[in-house]
């Protein structure tokens, strides 16, 4: 059964950075491609990178330029979200889940979700 636990998230300010890891266990994991979603209150979440299974093909769903990086490595069963000068609207609660299939930003079509991790961008 896949597994998923985020960490990283945390009061952050304007501008600055952080890196959110998601930590993925369970048989055949490497086989899974995993995307980073975001959810903000009273928002509608959606996803905000995606990244292959073999780590060799990434998506970037949101627009952030070059804000945004996704990378893992999958000796350690672990995927990365780097965010770089953060926004107020990067604010919210950050997931990563989990398919044996092709990068989306269709929650729905993913077979396992992490319980999330806070960020929180205020001066």
């Known amino acids: 059964q896949l597994r998923l636990v985020e960490s990283g998230g945390g009061l952050v300010q304007p501008g600055g950075s952080l890196t959110l890891s998601c930590v993925a266990s369970?048989?055949?994991?490497?086989?899974?491609?995993i995307t980073w979603f975001r959810q903000a209150p009273g928002e509608e979440g959606g996803g905000v990178a995606c990244?292959?299974?073999?780590?060799?093909?990434?998506d970037y769903l949101e627009r952030g330029g070059d804000r945004i990086i996704i990378s893992r490595d999958n000796a350690k069963g672990t995927v990365a979200l780097q965010v770089h000068r953060l926004k107020r609207e990067d604010s919210g609660k950050y997931y990563c889940?989990?398919?044996?299939?092709?990068?989306?930003?269709?929650?729905?079509?993913?077979?396992?979700w992490g319980r999330g991790t806070q960020v929180t961008v205020t001066s």
């Open positions: 889940a989990g398919r044996q299939e092709y990068c989306t930003g269709s929650g729905p079509e993913y077979d396992g």
């Open positions: 990244i292959r299974a073999r780590g060799d093909s990434t």
């Open positions: 369970g048989p055949g994991i490497r086989d899974y491609t």
